[in-house]
């Protein structure tokens, strides 16, 4: 490939980004006038915040600190959510969300983002927390590998399941 050129150049003018079915229609910010680019930018802002804020949260259950752990941890997952609203919207996100691909892992998403908040709030249990997130975790990956062709199948098979 010739320098300058790629997929992710962006200090080329135009055809910066290409045109995949990510940036098809219209995203959740299509009243800003947001370029292909800006839109990654926002993506990709949100992603490391969401993932910034997880950390800080995960951090402070070290001292302790449950209920903001809980707040902090979540918080950062629906930020990594909504940053999909960048690239194709929040209407198509919750559309392709219950896919039947992906259905079951997103269920379980949603529901262990507001178990955590049960165990931390109601029931004050830092482990039961630490288990909700866990599986939090694992189903958003699950979730986000339906996303790529044969990812799963991959994963499967290296963790020795497929």
């Given at each position: 490939?010739?320098?300058?050129?790629?997929?992710?150049?962006?200090?080329?003018?135009?055809?910066?980004?290409?045109?995949?079915?990510?940036?098809?229609?219209?995203?959740?910010?299509?009243f800003l006038?947001?370029?292909?680019?800006?839109?990654?930018?926002?993506?990709?802002?949100?992603l490391i915040?969401?993932?910034?804020?997880?950390?800080?949260?995960?951090?402070?259950?070290?001292?302790?600190?449950?209920v903001l752990?809980?707040?902090?941890?979540?918080?950062?997952?629906?930020?990594?959510?909504?940053?999909?609203?960048?690239?194709?919207?929040?209407?198509?996100?919750?559309?392709?969300?219950?896919?039947?691909?992906?259905?079951?892992?997103?269920?379980?998403?949603?529901?262990?983002?507001?178990?955590?908040?049960?165990?931390?709030?109601?029931?004050?249990?830092?482990?039961?927390?630490?288990?909700?997130?866990?599986?939090?975790?694992?189903?958003?990956?699950?979730?986000?590998?339906?996303?790529?062709?044969?990812?799963?199948?991959?994963?499967?098979?290296?963790?020795?399941?497929?």
């Amino acid at each position: 490939m010739a320098p300058g050129k790629g997929w992710l150049n962006l200090e080329a003018g135009s055809s910066v980004i290409p045109d995949t079915s990510f940036f098809e229609g219209d995203s959740a910010f299509k009243f800003l006038n947001l370029s292909k680019t800006t839109r990654l930018y926002g993506f990709i802002g949100c992603l490391i915040a969401g993932f910034v804020l997880s950390l800080l949260g995960s951090i402070v259950l070290l001292f302790g600190m449950l209920v903001l752990f809980s707040v902090l941890y979540i918080l950062g997952t629906i930020i990594s959510l909504v940053g999909t609203g960048f690239l194709i919207g929040f209407f198509r996100q919750v559309k392709l969300m219950f896919k039947p691909v992906r259905v079951f892992a997103a269920i379980i998403l949603l529901a262990s983002i507001g178990l955590v908040f049960v165990g931390a709030f109601v029931l004050k249990n830092g482990v039961l927390c630490i288990i909700f997130v866990v599986i939090e975790f694992l189903a958003y990956t699950w979730y986000t590998l339906s996303y790529i062709p044969y990812a799963r199948a991959a994963v499967t098979k290296a963790v020795g399941l497929g």
